[in-house]
């Protein structure tokens, strides 16, 4: 499962710095990382794994994007080179950061397209489950989204609207993100349904819950309805919202979202669909960031 949280351990990078065991490697002045023989067989592990799970479940736009990006399966892919294609495509580029930036950081970015990833893999310890998104999520789970038009003007869009918003505004556009980028379903007239969200795409786990599970919620996506409902970081998602096609993105991004966040605000959060998180002990208080 790879999932996180907006204020405590949000999806985007947003985090406190200190909560982090992992460091961002260094770029060369050609902006290339010196990966380790290690890294290059976490990241080969890690595509081939994810690549037969995704197999009939990921939207054809993000398989599109995949032969585009012609990403390594042997060593971990360099930035210089999935910039040379974001650029062509859609005028986008992946800005190597620290393993976590605050959200100022971030929507400055976004609202300049520039997707920031941190320069790490996770290690052999975090293979299935990791806190802060890593290279393998940010590179393989949405540079290929990246490609498409109205994903990319989406995501745009929304770096520029939480760049000006409130800190209590970015925490219902956040919703939407969530259930948007990281986990957006697609299911069209005849029910066909296909996965676009990166955080779904680079889970073997939620993979298989989000597309098979008879106990996950599906529903069509509604801009002020998806901003009403909680989620939680550290279970399979309860709710997945669909979109009929990736152009539906492109016309949420011309409504006036923030008009729609200050409508949600007033009617309030929905009922969750997940239990309260247990309460941590102070045992476990005291050593968690052991």
């Known amino acids: ?96 950061v620290p393993a976590l930036i605050d959200f100022d950081q971030f929507f400055a970015l976004l609202a300049d397209k520039k997707f920031p990833a941190a ?50 505004e970015r925490v219902y556009l956040a919703r939407l993100y969530w259930f948007t980028v990281e986990f957006g379903l697609l299911s069209d007239s005849q029910g066909n349904r296909s996965i676009y969200g990166g955080g779904i795409l680079s889970s073997p786990a939620e993979t298989e819950y989000a597309f098979n599970s008879d106990k996950a919620v599906r529903k069509p996506l509604e801009v002020i309805d998806v901003m009403r409902t909680p989620y939680r970081i550290d279970i399979m998602q309860p709710i997945y919202f669909t979109i009929e096609s990736i152009d539906d993105l492109f016309a949420i991004s011309q409504r006036d979202l923030i008009a729609d966040v200050h409508q949600a605000m007033e009617l309030g959060l929905h009922a969750p669909l997940f239990p309260p998180k247990p309460k941590k002990t102070e045992q476990q208080k005291e050593t968690q960031h052991v």
């Open 1 to 96: 499962m790879f999932t996180r949280d907006f204020y405590a351990r949000q999806r985007h990078k947003a985090v406190n710095v200190k909560q982090s065991k992992y460091e961002s490697k260094p770029v060369d002045e050609l902006g290339r990382v010196a990966w380790s023989a290690q890294e290059n067989d976490v990241w080969r592990q890690l595509v081939t794994r994810q690549l037969a799970c995704i197999k009939d479940k990921a939207c054809q736009e993000y398989l599109d994007g995949l032969r585009m990006l012609d990403l390594p399966h042997d060593t971990v892919p360099q930035i210089p080179d999935v910039n040379a294609v974001l650029m062509r495509e859609t005028g986008w580029q992946v800005a190597p």
């Open 119 to 168: 320069t790490f893999l996770r290690t052999k310890d975090d293979f299935d489950y990791l806190q802060e998104p890593d290279y393998f999520h940010e590179i393989f789970g949405h540079c290929a989204m990246l490609t498409h038009p109205a994903f990319a003007e989406f995501t745009h869009m929304y770096g520029q609207l939480g760049k000006k918003a409130t800190p209590k």
